[in-house]
């Protein structure tokens, strides 16, 4: 079974907390309570490893908090932080994802992009007027003509397409050097999965592909909040016509080289992404199926 | 092969020619374009059936447009039709959409989709300064911070939940009498698709479930614009402690019985979903799986 990074919170999320006030305000009394102990955007790790929580005490009442969810029953918050936005990540925190559990990846995960919503989403895109939090952190509300807005996740397709018992790998000019991923962009308005997948590789490598299949999915937390959707998509040929914007090497690799390259073997052809990366978990997926 | 509703759209979406001005003021000003026609948020429909197009000549120069894309060397464009938003589907559009055919109905909601989200992002979320169209009307920019914003999408998890041979409906109080569906709700930031479907189904039903089969996904343009995501989950028990606020009724039932009620039989003991909801799909899928 695929362990995609960032999934697996052993939190409770407790919806039916969020829309009670009176439960809430309990639990924001609950000396029982934990809140996640931040450095900017990045986790704080606690020194015997795995993520730091500090105690309520610890905590300004003016600090607005979200209700991540319950464990054992203790509420588990997270403070709304200012950030500038679109922050990309620090070489901090893609340390601390080497080391983090599981599990505290997928807390911190679903932390980071709630405090990315909350500061992309202070004014009400209808009419202008500030927006407060509500909902023990998951909504704002408009207080000018009381819209509610909720957090929100962009679906963004990342797929390997498949021809000859090969798959196209390519690499962005940002990636570090010899790195090769999964192609992948956002879905837009109007298309399925499937139709986001065939776009995608068509615009980035010029290559038509024909049925989809799903493979597994993963949230990810950088530049907002997005939900990674992992496809195979057959393709129809081998020849390709890259979009340079986009892509500075595109490549078919075979079986063989995907798994050289997920082992970190000597002799690989190129480097694979990181194992909380789902093109880690696609790529594995195919390699070995 | 499954054929969900709103997808098969025969426009190419032309990326590169979002982002190049120069191209695209020649699309503007190319007489072959044209003009998707609206009755407010409903399709016009044309005579001879399917979508009504307008001719650029008949459209004012100062109705902002967007680029559907391009079809044998025609841009189609539709207007930012002003709305008030979160309007939901009208009868007329309901009894369209039972004729258009489905190539139309997928032009039509990615058009919906585009003009609610310009309606509903007047104003940028981190500073409350004005946005203005930019990208072929695919992007707003704020006038103030100059953040751009790009048009989004919201995925939600549609499912029925299995065991012993049979799959869970519901009805929600606003259904017609006697229809039921899938049960559904949205992904939420810090989950992953199977995730949220184990999450909604225990929420609503109090059913835990154990693994979940993707099966396919489709565009849906009302109420903003959504992704919606079928799946099957393997149900751990049958016994129901429904969430009354989402759902007044829910019922166990046997492919016999789903399949009497998408043949719309006289002993059918339920209404099942329209053809070009994903919910009629998905249902359809399983029962003659």
Known sequence: MIKPGFTGSPLDRSDHIRNDPEQYNALLNDWRGRVLGLDGLDPKLASEGGLHWHSMAEISAEVELILLGMDQGKPHFVPIVENAGGEMRSMAVWRALTVLPPEDAAIYGTARSLIDWHNSHKYC???????????????????????????????????????????????????????????????????????????????????????????????????????????????????????????????????????????????????APPPFAIANSLLKHWAWH
């Open 125 to 271: 895109g209808r009419c202008g007027g500030t927006t407060k939090p509500f909902r023990a952190g998951w909504g704002r509300k408009c207080g000018h003509c009381n819209t509610e807005h909720f957090p929100r996740t962009d679906p963004v397709v990342i797929m390997l397409a498949e021809f000859d018992g090969k798959v196209l790998v390519g690499r962005q000019p940002r990636f570090p050097a010899g790195n090769y991923s999964a192609l992948a962009g956002f879905l837009e308005p109007g298309e399925s999965i499937e139709e986001a997948v065939r776009r995608e590789i068509f615009e980035e490598a010029g290559v038509r592909c024909g049925p989809v299949r799903y493979v597994t999915s993963q949230p990810w937390p950088f530049g907002g909040s997005q939900l990674m959707i992992a496809c195979i998509a057959e393709a129809e040929g081998m020849e390709l016509t890259l979009d340079t914007n986009e892509l500075e090497d595109a490549k078919w690799v075979s079986k063989e080289e995907a798994r050289a390259a997920l082992d970190d073997a000597p002799d690989k052809v190129f480097s």
